[in-house]
């Protein structure tokens, strides 16, 4: 195990710069056909360059983001402990493999966040009032998928506290309850913030009036939300995985012999929802105006 932390950092360091140069690529015609028509959206003169500027930047935040979240743990540790240790594979034959997966997916959505915050929306100069139209959550992003990831983030708190109910020995450390009630209290507040910050994204302000802008806006908050919501599920059924490993080296014989495989699928999904939903074309269900004068959304 000592020797695998060299074969990582040769791996990321060839395979880091290649995602990053493709990340810093142009966004070409081709590519914003594609998504304008996934999207329902039409591009034109006036929505294309905001269009274009979106996905790039947005494109280069979540891959620095992943980068990231892969690499500063390491920094971290050898900053704090002077320990080498790299996707949680240490020199000294320490091992905790999911370190990798869950900060891809936090960093992941960390950059996902931070591209729909700092993306600049031109204010129209000639914009005296505009139409005060209610965003809901709902119409950004399917009903099923939220209930989804509220159900998941109540089964991973209630799942780790359940580690604390198994007996373990052996080579397999009991979990004390301060640090079960700690980690469910963190990922309680992680599953309400999520949500949060997924309303907060589409209420966000909508400086213009033009159609074709609007119906871009709102197809970029829609790529926005589901990036963070493809991200936050992954790093939530990443944990899932971990508890089930968990359960699985407890002393009770049928938790043993079957939680490898719920495990192993859940870490599969993780991967999947972060790079599936994380990119799924929704079209924005949006609601009638109402004129309102000079009230601005």
Known sequence: MSDFPPVIALVLAVVVPVVLARAYAKVNDTLLAQWGQAHGVELSPE?????????????????????GGLLLPSLV????????????????GSAAPYAGPI????????????????????????????????RE?????????????RALGIAVVLGLLSLGLVPHSGEAAEPGWLGLLTGAGALAAFGLGLESLERWLVRRPQPFTSPSLMAADDAIRAQSVHSLAGSG??????????????????????????M???????????????????????RVRRPMARPTGATST
Do not use: K
């Open 47 to 67: 929505n294309r360059p905001l269009v274009a500027s979106y996905l790039r930047s947005a494109r280069v935040l979540r891959t620095w983001g992943v980068v």
């Open 77 to 92: 540790e050898v900053a704090l402990s002077g320990r080498v240790q790299l996707l949680g594979f240490g020199t000294d």
């Open 103 to 134: 900060g891809a997916f936090l960093g992941y959505l960390v950059g996902a966040l931070s591209a729909e915050v700092s993306f600049a929306r031109p204010v129209d100069p000639a914009r005296r009032s505009a139409s005060l139209v209610p």
């Open 137 to 149: 959550l709902g119409d950004y992003l399917p009903g099923r998928l939220l209930h989804v990831q």
């Open 233 to 258: 599920l992954a790093l939530l059924l990443a944990v899932c995985s971990g508890v089930f490993v968990g359960l699985a080296a407890s002393d009770v014989a049928v938790l043993r012999w079957t």
């Open 260 to 282: 490898w495989l719920p495990a192993l699928v859940a870490l599969l999904l993780s991967i999947r929802a972060c790079l599936d939903i994380g990119q799924r074309a929704w």
